[in-house]
């Protein structure tokens, strides 16, 4: 990314640019805490159906990382079948003059084997595209600050 990692920071970081940048996000609240612990619900869509992502901030290392992990899953309203037992989202920086590298990465953890294969032929495709979208969305929301 064409900008020094603290301007990188900014935004990645800023519950309230989330919206900006993050293609699963149009809205993100902070419920409680600030930083490591920060608790968060960030409201979106999958598909055509709302989502709501009750998140834990599990990684707070300025300017270069942020994680969270995902509490609870809703769509539409009702709790999200049960596809992971566990999410983590995670953003990495790593200054370059005055580049910056970014790197997001989702780990999951499969609730059965049945359902890692499905989550990898249905859902890895969509979230390797909404991926690369928040990056391009990133480059603008940096530069336009």
């Keep these: 990314m064409p900008a020094a990692i603290g301007q990188v920071w900014a935004v990645v970081s800023d ?3 989330a919206a ?16 490591k612990g920060q608790l968060r619900r960030q409201h979106g869509r999958w598909g055509n159906r709302r989502s709501e992502i009750d998140q834990e901030v599990v990684e707070f290392e300025p300017p ?7 509490t609870d899953e809703r769509l539409d309203g009702q709790p999200a079948p049960t596809f992971a037992v ?15 590298t970014v790197t997001l990465r ?14 990898r032929a249905a859902a890895t ?3 390797k595209r909404r991926m690369a979208e928040s990056l391009a969305r990133l480059a603008r929301a940096v530069v336009s600050g």
């Excluded at 900006?20 to 930083?35: L, M, Q």
């Excluded at 270069?64 to 995902?70: E, M, S």
């Excluded at 566990?86 to 910056?100: K, W």
């Excluded at 989702?106 to 989550?119: D, E, H, I």
């Design 64 to 70: 270069a990382v942020i994680a969270w992990k995902h």
């Design 86 to 100: 566990s999410t983590v989202f995670r953003i990495e920086l790593v200054a370059d003059g005055e580049r910056t």
């Design 15 to 17: 519950p309230d640019r």
């Design 20 to 35: 900006d940048w993050f293609s699963f996000a149009e809205r993100t609240d902070v419920i409680a805490g600030e930083g």
């Design 106 to 119: 989702t780990v999951q953890r499969p609730a059965s084997p049945v359902k890692g294969l499905l989550m």
């Design 125 to 127: 495709r969509e979230v």
